[in-house]
């Protein structure tokens, strides 16, 4: 029960973090210089054409009863409709969204089984050849730009070794007969690896560079602890001691990295899908951006945003699962 009260709170409270959200993205969506309707229709408008489309989406009323317009809208899950693509918003999210997620999933998966044993493997041998090699291996990934990085992987491996696909992205479950090439689900998920390996690369790297340097912090730390040396003292194996006695420990400290870094994940899925022309969320907010689309720009952003803050509370809620000392309220 107490981790039911707790998990209603922190969704109770994420309710104003998504309206400053909301309010902060229509405020500065309006201040954007340019006319969406110009875009639409030429730099010179038919005025009643113009007129229609603005009466249409609401455009020609004041702000804030725009404002208030939507904001009732998006409480019953109406995030509008999109003026470049003439759809509704929540289509275009359901069309983009399980790519930006698949990419998101395969990144933090790479991040995570590269980070985790680096991390690990550094503090045992601190000061060796090994963690010199770890520890440079990570200063290199926080210090890249994540588009830059993803530029290197096609220059080497799509257009010298012309080994991996350097554009889109098929998706796993997508039909055999849709996939040119494909006449198996068998080759249809090879294919789908090798378009999502560079991209996962290119988005994950940053991610395993951060968590393999909290890993090793975290590791060093609990090492150093007086539970571990009395351990030592008694003749407990050195591999028993970190997988039974030090590792869970020094894992809160990274799972709040890997809950924070979904914010840089989420800002590189849009570098990496632009590098890599895959349609999922991040090209869309740009596209929406460049035509200053502002119904598509708020509920993209809407999207982001509520993603985060689901990270963050998954996040907080795995605490207990590692550290059963997390009571989250519940009485001893």
Request: charged share 15%.
């Amino acid at each position: 029960m107490g981790m039911l009260r707790y998990t209603v709170r922190r969704l109770l409270q994420a309710i104003p973090v998504l309206l400053g959200i909301v309010t902060i993205t229509f405020l500065l969506t309006d201040a954007i210089p340019g006319d969406p309707v110009s875009i639409m229709l030429g730099p010179s408008p038919n005025a009643e054409q113009a007129a229609a489309i603005r009466a249409k989406y609401g455009l020609d009323r004041p702000l804030y009863v725009r404002y208030l317009n939507y904001i009732a809208d998006v409480v019953q899950g109406d995030l509008g409709h999109s003026l470049y693509y003439g759809v509704p918003v929540t289509q275009k999210i359901a069309e983009r969204m399980p790519v930006t997620l698949l990419l998101l999933v395969s990144s933090f998966t790479f991040a995570i089984l590269t980070a985790v044993p680096l991390g690990v493997i550094s503090a045992k041998r601190r000061n060796q050849p090994t963690d010199h090699v770890s520890r440079v291996v990570a200063l290199i990934g926080v210090s890249t730009p994540s588009f830059w990085i993803g530029l290197l992987l096609i220059i080497v491996f799509s257009f010298h070794l012309n080994l991996l696909p350097a554009t889109n992205l098929i998706m796993p479950w997508a039909d055999p007969v849709n996939v040119e090439g494909a006449g198996s689900r068998l080759d249809v998920l090879v294919m789908a690896g090798e378009h999502l390996l560079m991209p996962t690369i290119t988005l994950g790297t940053l991610q395993m560079a951060a968590i393999t340097r909290i890993e090793r912090s975290a590791m060093l730390e609990v090492l150093s602890e007086e539970y571990v040396k009395l351990a030592r003292a008694y003749g407990v194996p050195e591999g028993t001691i970190l997988r039974k006695h030090a590792f869970r420990n020094a894992q809160l400290p990274v799972i709040t990295v890997v809950g924070l870094q979904l914010t840089a994940a989420l800002g590189g899925a849009v570098l990496t899908e632009t590098v890599f022309s895959i349609n999922g969320m991040g090209r869309l907010i740009i596209t929406a951006i460049n035509n200053q689309d502002y119904e598509l720009v708020m509920g993209t952003t809407l999207f982001f945003g509520l993603t985060f803050v689901i990270g963050v509370i998954l996040t907080d809620l795995s605490y207990a699962y590692i550290d059963p000392r997390v009571t989250y309220g519940e009485r001893e």
